[in-house]
T-cell receptor, first 111, second 116 residues
Framework: AQSVTQLGSHVSVSEGALVLLRCNYS??????LFWYVQYPNQGLQLLLK??????LVKGINDFEAEFKKSETSFHLTKPSAHMSDAAEYFC?????????FGSGTRLQVQP | DTGVSQDPRHKITKRGQNVTFRCDPI?????LYWYRQTLGQGPEFLTY????????KSRLLSDRFSAERPKGSFSTLEIQRTEQGDSAMYLC??????????????FGQGTRLTVV
């Protein structure tokens, strides 16, 4: 079985500050891991994915995530937050086909 | 490539009515997924098609729910005798066939269902 835990349902940062969104996973097989972003009343857009190649994964809009097997974590970071980053972020894991999502973290960016 | 398209975007229905949603995946993608997302939660997997074959169904997919993908292209999700608990965003996603366990799934904008 697989699951995802996102620590912190709401995160607030100032514009220009570091963004850190936490994700821990549980998987019975080596996982593929994803981060998606969702803007209000929209579908999900892929930010980045880990597929057992490099453990540090770079995505769109300067986001990156590091796969740490020993910590079963896949935290998402961005060096400098922009107002346009305000959205809901979902971590997801898949051992086969369908994705299992976390409950999401809403990122607020303060001016 | 116009992405994954879902229709309608919004649907308000009375309890007990039937509703049907449509999803048009990216044209060359043979894998299609339906998810349900309630307020404040992440999407939950409902069902998966590879071409026209429905290969996997979640226990969330009660007998009031049925999904089809008759020609391996577009898909429909029907909910019969809707209940207020069915109110949610229904998301469709598609992905191409590839070696290995998975590939990136591309999501549509969803259909928001409100049952009154």
């Amino acid at each position: 079985a697989q699951s995802v835990t996102q620590l912190g349902s709401h995160v607030s940062v100032s514009e220009g500050a570091l963004v850190l969104l936490r994700c821990n996973y549980s998987s019975s097989v080596p996982p593929y891991l994803f981060w998606y972003v969702q803007y209000p009343n929209q579908g999900l857009q892929l930010l980045l994915k880990y597929t057992s190649a490099a453990t540090l994964v770079k995505g769109i809009n300067d986001f990156e995530a590091e796969f740490k097997k020993s910590e079963t974590s896949f935290h998402l970071t961005k060096p400098s937050a922009h107002m346009s980053d305000a959205a809901e972020y979902f971590c997801a894991v898949t051992p086969r086909r369908a994705l299992t999502f976390g409950s999401g973290t809403r990122l607020q960016v303060q001016p | 490539d116009t992405g994954v398209s879902q229709d309608p975007r919004h649907k308000i229905t009375k309890r007990g009515q039937n509703v049907t949603f449509r999803c048009d995946p990216i044209s060359e993608h043979n894998r299609l997924y339906w998810y349900r997302q309630t307020l404040g939660q992440g999407p939950e997997f409902l069902t998966y098609f590879q071409n026209e074959a429905q290969l996997e169904k979640s226990r969330l997919l009660s007998d009031r729910f049925s999904a089809e993908r008759p020609k391996g292209s577009f898909s429909t999700l029907e909910i019969q005798r809707t209940e207020q608990g069915d109110s949610a965003m229904y998301l469709c996603a598609s992905s191409p066939q590839a070696e290995g366990r998975n590939t990136e799934a591309f999501f549509g904008q969803g259909t928001r269902l409100t049952v009154v």
